[in-house]
């Protein structure tokens, strides 16, 4: 079992910033890419980005330039999101997913943490 809570969201207005972090406890060995997805309102969850075991970062077209997925350094078990330049559109929970090889269905889910974007 893996464990993920999330944290950093919040209200923030057009344009600014928010980072987001994802904690994962547990069978963490099992877990070889984390990703970042969110839901608004009325629509599908959709993904963000992902970072694999090695570093290498994945986005979603339209995330790419405004957001940035880390792993932090001194913890590898912690991954960031960093967004920039937020604009309303980007309203949403955002959760935190972990998947691996041995992983069951499609992976562990955190509880979500909401960012919203005022304009």
């Known amino acids: 079992q893996v464990q993920l809570v999330e944290s950093g969201g919040g209200l923030v207005q057009a344009g600014g910033s928010l980072r987001l972090s994802c904690a994962a406890s547990?069978?963490?060995?099992?877990?070889?890419?984390t990703g970042w997805y969110r839901q608004a309102p009325g629509r599908q969850r959709e993904w963000v980005a992902s970072?694999?075991?090695?570093?290498?970062?994945?986005y979603a077209d339209s995330m790419e330039g405004r957001f940035t997925i880390s792993r932090d350094s001194a913890n590898q078990n912690t991954v960031y999101l960093e967004m920039n330049r937020l604009r309303p559109q980007d309203t949403a929970v955002y959760y935190c997913?972990?998947?691996?090889?041995?992983?069951?269905?499609?992976?562990?889910w955190g509880q979500g943490t909401q960012v919203t974007v005022a304009s």
């Open positions: 970072i694999g075991n090695s570093g290498n970062p994945y």
């Open positions: 547990g069978s963490t060995f099992s877990i070889s890419i």
């Open positions: 997913n972990a998947n691996g090889a041995t992983i069951p269905g499609d992976g562990y």
